[in-house]
Every structure is written in C-alpha cells, then in structure tokens.
C-alpha cells in the first residue's frame, strides 16, 4: 500500500480519483486548494504526488517548483487541461516524473501512477544512517560516534522513523498516526510525543558533538546531518 497525496480543484475529478486509489489499496489524501497541498507534501510523507497545474491558493508548477528546491525524491504526476507542448515541457523541467492532459483515462492514470511507485519503491534497507548515527533494523543496535545508544522500545521505533524520513520535517501528526497509531490526535498525545522527543534528543546529544534533532517551530521535527540554526 502507497500513501498517495492528490492536489485536485474539481470536486468530480478529486472523488473519482480517491475512490479509484483507494479501491486499489493506496491509502489516499485528497485536497482542492494549492496552499494546503503544499503543505501537506511538505511536512507528510506520501509517496506519489498526482497534482493538478491549475489551482488556487499556488499553482501546481509552483508547488513542484519547491518540492523540487527541497530535495524531497517524491515522484510527481502532474495534470492540466493545459496540454500544448510548451507546458509540458515546462513541467518536466521542473522534475515532474509524468505529465498527463485531461480529460484522460482512470485506467491511465492508474497504469501511470502504479509505473511510477514501482520505479521509486526502494527495497528497505537494514541499516540506516544520519551523520555519525548508526540504526540496524534487524540487531536493534544504535550507535553515534562510535557509542551504544541504550533506547526504549518506543525510543528505537520514533528514531527508526525520523532516520527515514531524514533531512525533511517531520509533524507531530505524522508521528500520532504513524508510531502512536493515534487517528484523533488531541492535547495528550502532543505531551507524550514532547517527552519522548526530549528524552530522544538529550541520548542523541549526550553521544555526539552536534546536535542532530531540531524542533522545526510549529511544524514538527527534523533529524537532520547538516549544522544549522534552530528555528
């Protein structure tokens, strides 16, 4: 299963492409406003973007645009009315993966999207690693500059997922659904998320010179390799 964010302003079009996903096993976030895909792609973890060029809020081309900027690998299939030439080579100079004119066929759609999930899809690995950190999935082992780590349970679980997702922001809302398996994230599991965060940071900080998990103000949190200024 797939975690697909679809960015689409008409309503027909939106529902039927959820429905269709879904029915295909992808686990699918459908928005119909630039800014708020945007963000969603920005601060979650979704591993297709079906984004449509003509939106309000942002348009599309500049939502791949900073997508892009970001170095985020995400694979992009952009859709448009708009379907000269010149528009779609501007897209994929932007780095869009695919580019699809409407009207098109679901059953395209599908084919192209499930092509383009097969491409990017990596085998998991055992070991992860950030800087001087070191996780092994499989002997639970972590290491930073060359020192054992004793972490609880839920410790190696959040870090396994922070390492992951690596070098991008990461919400509190991710981590309710995805570690706490907490749907209607409320004030609480903002606490426990808070305290372990804090207990994960000062072990991580205890081992190594720098510091590598940040608080990103009102977003969430970054494990991140590169020295740079909290925000």
């Not at 945007?38 to 348009?59: E, Q, Y």
């Not at 993966?97 to 679901?106: E, I, Q, R, T």
């Not at 900080?205 to 009102?218: F, I, K, P």
Request: aromatic share 4%.
């Amino acid at each position: 299963m797939a975690r697909i964010l679809v960015v689409e302003d008409d309503p027909l079009i939106g529902a039927v492409l959820q429905n269709a996903l879904r029915r295909a096993g992808h686990e699918t976030t459908l928005c119909a406003n630039g800014e708020e895909g945007f963000f969603l792609v920005m601060t979650s973890a979704f591993d297709l973007l079906i984004l449509d060029v003509v939106l309000p809020g942002r348009n599309g081309l500049d939502i791949l645009a900073g997508v892009r900027r970001s170095n985020a690998a995400i694979p992009v299939l952009m859709l448009s009315t708009l379907d000269e030439v010149s528009d779609r080579v501007r897209a994929l100079s932007l780095h869009a993966d695919d580019y699809l004119g409407k009207p098109f066929a679901l059953e395209e759609l599908l084919a192209r999207a499930g092509a383009l999930l097969r491409r990017v899809r990596p085998i998991e690995e055992t070991r992860l690693r950030v800087a001087d950190l070191n996780l092994d999935l499989l002997t639970r082992n972590v290491t930073r500059g060359g020192h054992s780590l004793k972490l609880t349970l839920r410790e190696f679980e959040l870090l396994t997922y922070l390492m992951k997702h690596s070098g991008r922001v990461v919400s509190k809302n991710m981590l309710a659904q995805d570690i706490w398996e907490n749907i209607d994230r409320a004030t609480p599991i903002d606490n426990i998320i808070d305290v372990h965060i804090s207990r994960l940071r000062r072990k991580l900080d205890a081992a190594g010179r720098t510091e590598l998990l940040r608080t990103v103000r009102g977003i969430g949190f970054c494990l991140d390799g590169h020295e740079v200024n909290n925000l």
